[in-house]
């Protein structure tokens, strides 16, 4: 066997796959340790490849706080050092805007959630930079502060600034060169030095000194005396200020975050009137944009019943709190546009037949014919009785219409007045919106034109408006979803509407709407509690009804907030065995699995207690597959646990009463854990629903694998 030549023995015989593989090993493939590897030597089978260690960078604090800089006293020092007491903490109490905190008892939570509580309590700190000017982040210079620097400043105006006039500009310089003037009328330009200027011109006056041997110093003394006279205090801040939405670096001292509100709307509830008066209705409002197809405000619950037509409920209404009373309502809007509608829906108790046939009378006797159909109302006001003694705590759906919102803003902004009236018939068949005014006002617009731009959609300024909405809808027992309604509100903008040839209910909803005060009395946040100037509790009270904006909105949260709501959307009964046809679904809030676990948490609509333990959906009649349009309210405890879990439970309700037959019949069970993962469990859900009751410590499983 021939030997190896020298240099065959000094090469590596290491495969290059070999060293990938443990380099990938040690280092987890970084890319960046790869690349400043360091092999020194040959590699051999038995030596691992030697690599550079990685470096921790340096901590930039320790290292000056270590290395003093060794700078010399001078101009140049302060720009070096950075100075030690730049930054000071000072404390600022926290305003408050209810007369009672909205943060619950600390005994009730647990430490962990105490802590993140105590954010909406404690004061701010608020951290004051005194050398904040002289950092390039600092720019002094806004439109407000320009103005005011420059007030009092000559205005300058150079030759070369005025823009001459095209194809004169010629023929006026021509004609100068050919006119004699006198100093006085020839301002000095660049036309000035023509040779018959220059003979019929007076001759300047001597500079004074002007060969005088003056030293270099005394020059440079006189030179500084005379910049320093009528100088500007400030003269780089009349430099304009960079466009402010293109900054380089800004640094802008931070407002105290505030609890943010919209453009805000104050509506109140004058008065509900129908042709004829025999049975309680009940009344709700809401926002809705129809562009983004959400629903921008929870819903305000009012009562305008007469006292005789709440005794009526009485046996099934608890005493009402006043909290439950209020009949005006403050909205935000964070986005107005003209896609935005107040929607009224209207909902009766329960009673044998469908809508349609509970609406009929509504539709046929009028208040002028009273006398002649006496016998006849007698009889629907003594049917009506009794359904509200057996069937008060159910409701149906009854009737709805809808407000154009920038219409009736834009409308009442043009006009010269103090205050507007107008007459809405949402339902009449000549396919138009009606507009009625006092003679006095000349001309009529139309509440069908629609106007573009952000002044059309201000809500701040425009004139308080009362409007009667004379016409409803009736509801569709089918046709009861957010996507119905869309669909219903797009179709309420086009001159052709399919909803005008409808036959409408006629009624008389007097509405007050108009820009809301800053400070207003009596009013209530969404949890109900006073904001400050509430000088008498017995007072009716204004509820704040809380946004949800149709877009996001960045700003911090300042209050604490803990309210969950709850959207019960349908149900699929067609396939169930059974007789159940008259389906409500009763809404709890447990903290266990017993019947009496249930906690009084849910809010109140109108004219009832002010929390209950349990909420009940509207009865659509005879339907095994029902819709449902209600919104359940629920505050929630601080501290959450495993156990805590909605539960739902679905009813068959027996409309004709019966020997041996109950009023209610549980037809079937679900249920909602609270928590999952420790966190809040949110979002849409199809559940299951059981026949047989949930099972033991069925608040911790999931109804989907039960």
């Not at 210079?141 to 500009?169: C, H, W």
């Not at 009763?586 to 019947?595: A, L, W």
Request: with cysteine; aromatic share 8%.
């Amino acid at each position: 066997m021939a030997e190896r030549r020298a240099f065959a023995q000094k090469i590596s015989r290491t495969v290059a796959a070999e060293v990938r593989k443990q380099i990938s090993g040690q280092y987890s493939g970084s890319p960046q340790l790869l690349k400043n590897l360091n092999i020194v030597g040959s590699i051999s089978h038995h030596t691992t490849v030697p690599l550079t260690e990685a470096v921790d960078p340096v901590d930039l604090e320790d290292y000056l706080i270590t290395h003093p800089l060794a700078v010399d006293s001078g101009l140049l020092r302060d720009l070096i050092e950075f100075p030690p007491d730049d930054i000071e903490v000072v404390y600022s109490p926290r305003d408050c805007r209810t007369l009672v905190s909205a943060v619950p008892e600390e005994s009730e939570m647990d430490p962990h959630v105490r802590d993140c509580i105590r954010s909406y309590t404690e004061d701010w700190a608020v951290v004051i930079r005194k050398y904040h000017k002289l950092g390039t982040g600092f720019n002094p210079n806004t439109l407000d502060k320009q103005k005011e620097r420059q007030k009092g400043l000559p205005k300058q105006v150079f030759e070369s600034d005025e823009a001459p006039d095209g194809n004169n500009y010629q023929d006026e310089q021509d004609d100068l060169k050919r006119r004699s003037m006198s100093i006085d009328d020839t301002p000095r330009g660049s036309w000035a030095c023509s040779i018959f200027d220059l003979k019929n011109s007076l001759p300047d006056a001597l500079l004074p000194n002007l060969l005088d041997r003056t030293p270099n110093e005394e020059i440079d003394r006189q030179n500084d005396d005379q910049r320093k006279a009528n100088r500007h205090k400030e003269l780089f801040a009349l430099h304009p200020s960079p466009d402010e939405e293109e900054p380089i670096e800004r640094l802008s001292v931070p407002e105290v975050p505030k609890e943010h509100f919209g453009q805000r709307l104050l509506v109140k509830c004058l008065s509900l009137k129908f042709e004829i008066e025999i049975e309680p209705i009940f009344a709700s409002l809401a926002l809705y944009d129809v562009k983004e197809k959400k629903k921008i405000s929870e819903n305000f619950y009012f009562d305008l019943n007469s006292e005789q037509m709440k005794g009526l409920l009485r046996p099934h209404v608890p005493p009402a709190a006043i909290t439950t009373l209020a009949r005006s309502a403050i909205f935000s809007i964070t986005y107005p546009s003209q896609d935005v509608f107040l929607v009224i829906k209207l909902e009766k108790v329960l009673q044998q037949g469908d809508i349609g046939e509970c609406a009929e009378p509504y539709m046929i006797f009028k208040e002028a014919d009273a006398t002649k159909n006496k016998e006849k109302l007698e009889k629907l006001k003594s049917q009506a009785d009794q359904f509200c003694q057996r069937l008060g705590k159910y409701r149906m759906p009854f009737a709805w219409t809808a407000i154009h919102l920038m219409n009736i803003v834009s409308s009442a902004g043009s006009l010269e007045r103090d205050s507007t009236e107008v007459e809405i018939s949402t339902g009449e068949r000549k396919g138009s919106w009606s507009e009625r005014r006092n003679s006095s006002l000349v001309g009529r617009r139309s509440l069908e034109r629609t106007t573009s731009g952000d002044d059309s959609c201000n809500l701040t300024s425009f004139r308080p408006a009362t409007l009667t909405v004379t016409n409803f809808f009736k509801q569709e027992g089918d046709r009861l979803s957010d996507e119905d309604l869309y669909k219903f509100l797009a179709d309420m903008r086009r001159p052709s509407s399919v909803l005008r040839r409808l036959r409408p209910i006629t009624a008389q909803l007097k509405i007050d709407i108009s820009p809301a005060p800053e400070n207003p009395h009596y009013c209530l946040t969404p949890e109900l509690l006073q904001v400050k100037l509430y000088p008498d509790s017995r007072v009716r009270p204004t509820r704040e009804i809380l946004e949800f904006p149709a877009r996001d909105v960045y700003v911090p949260n300042t209050t604490y907030r803990n309210l969950l709501y709850i959207y019960p959307q349908s149900l699929n009964f067609a396939n169930r065995q059974g007789s159940a046809r008259n389906i409500t679904v009763k809404v709890q809030f447990m903290y266990g699995e017993d019947p009496s676990n249930a906690m009084p948490v849910i809010f109140g609509k109108s004219s009832c207690s002010e929390f209950s333990k349990e909420a009940y959906t509207a009865v659509v009649y005879h339907n095994r597959s029902p819709d449902f349009h209600e919104e359940i309210k629920v505050k929630l405890p601080a501290t959450l646990t495993d156990h805590h879990h909605l539960l739902f439970t679905f009813y068959h309700v027996s409309c004709q009463q019966k020997q041996n037959t109950p009023l209610e019949t549980p037809v079937g069970y679900t249920w909602i854990p609270m928590l999952q993962n420790g966190r809040l469990k949110t979002g849409q859900f199809c559940l299951p629903v059981s026949l047989e009751k949930p099972p033991q410590a069925y608040s911790v499983l999931s109804p989907e694998g039960h």
